[in-house]
């Protein structure tokens, strides 16, 4: 059962201390960062940030919004922590920003916003906080919503709609997924999946309907009931639809670099490749991906960046995105820009003379069969146990398991 009451730590602890340590660490760095925020708004502070306002800022907490979000991919994926610490900051940023504007015409400040928050957090969870028991996941959602139905009386007088908190402006699969669950919560909601999966046959069934009768109006409607029925379909599997639909775009992103790589390999300007050529190549880049183990465990954030010099990058370029995968390694696109993210190292590749250089690495996942992929892809092997090769530019790794 969940619902122990917390108790302080032990005074003198060794964790007790630690906290208060962390505490101190984040309160000091937090003031720094308002006083930064005051500053830039001050007379002879920063023009552009004084000529900014609520509505100005907006597209930049978008922005840095979902570039949180692109961190948090890369990183389930395997990929290092260190930049979504530095794009968490970049969002903590605009929050201070706005809390400063607010504070400037007396309306809040940041640390409302943090008591604010707090005091929310800690009146909807009872069951840690006040000692109330609970029988599990399940029903602290529906308490939740129960808390919030009561909090909504007491601000409005009225209790609203349970649907109430979803904003509109969200991206429009991420709503209906949410939509459902908020609906799910006082029990309209399927009873199992099998009922799910079958509304999605039925609206499948009715865009086709609407596809034959070929209206424009008819086919949005029906479009929009199916794709409302698969973020269903994902709630209720706990598979979100963003990160599903987001990972299919990485997928195809990643498929379609392989594809233009090979094309240039192979002197094949764009535009002039056939559909059956780029399919095969399509395919080519399916299969090593398949064939590529997920890393046996996450990456650790990369201490150090070297810069390598290669006659052609784009050459090594093609040659790393079918190797590093399958040593559990990630290749970054930033931009026009990339590098191969590893444990403890980054490096990128620079046009100049081939670097003559030989790194050390470890390998996040089983070498086996790794060799061959490197000699496909244009290295050259000099061992197999432990693996050493050399890249198309000639620079050593050693691959350490």
């Known amino acids: 059962m969940i619902g122990e009451r917390r ?79 530095e794009e968490l900051g970049d969002l903590l940023f605009q929050i201070v920003f706005h809390a400063q504007l607010a504070r400037e015409l007396g309306e809040f400040t940041l640390a409302d916003v943090a008591t604010a928050i707090s005091d929310k957090i800690v009146s909807r969870h009872p069951h840690v906080f006040e000692g109330k028991t609970v029988g599990g996941a399940e029903e602290v959602l529906q308490n939740w919503a129960r808390l919030k139905a009561e909090e909504r009386r007491r601000k409005h007088g009225r209790e609203g709609s ?22 799910s919560r006082i029990g309209f909601d399927w009873p199992e999946l099998a009922g799910v999966r079958a509304k999605l046959s039925e609206e499948i069934g009715e865009l086709d309907a609407a596809l034959a009768s070929k209206d424009a109006r008819n086919i949005e409607h029906e479009l929009g009931d199916v794709l409302f029925s698969l973020a269903n379909l994902a709630r209720f599997t706990s598979t979100p639809a963003e990160d599903a639909l987001r990972a299919a775009n990485a997928r195809f992103t990643h498929r379609f670099h392989a594809v233009e790589e090979a094309l240039r390999a192979r002197g094949v300007p764009f535009g002039t490749a056939t559909l059956a050529e780029m399919d095969a190549l399509w395919q080519e880049a399916k299969a090593t991906e398949a064939s590529v183990p997920p890393p046996a465990s996450p990456l650790r954030a990369a201490v150090a960046r070297i810069e390598l010099r290669a006659p052609e990058p784009a050459r090594v370029h093609a040659f790393w995105n079918r190797v590093a995968p399958a040593l559990g390694w990630t290749v970054e696109v930033d931009g026009g820009e990339w590098s191969v993210e590893t444990p403890g190292l980054c490096f990128s590749y620079a046009t100049g003379p081939a670097t003559p250089i030989t790194i050390g690495l470890d390998a996040m996942a089983e070498t086996d069969g790794v060799a061959a992929l490197v000699r496909e892809a244009g290295g050259t092997v000099l061992a197999e146990h432990p693996l050493v090769f050399r890249d198309p530019v000639g620079a050593c790794i050693q691959v350490r398991r």
Do not use: F, H
């Open 7 to 85: 108790g302080a730590l032990p005074v003198g602890s060794t964790v007790g201390a630690r906290v208060e340590e962390d505490m101190g660490r984040s309160g000091e760095a937090v003031e720094r960062l308002e006083e930064i925020m005051r500053t830039l708004r001050a007379e002879g502070g920063c023009p552009w940030d004084r000529a900014q306002d609520i509505r100005t800022l907006r597209p930049y907490l978008v922005e840095e919004t979902y570039e949180v979000l692109d961190e948090m991919d890369r990183v389930g994926e395997g990929g290092p922590w260190r930049a979504l610490c």
């Open 162 to 183: 349970v649907l109430e908190g979803v904003p509109s402006a969200a991206p429009a699969l991420l709503r209906a997924e949410r939509l459902t669950e908020k609906a």
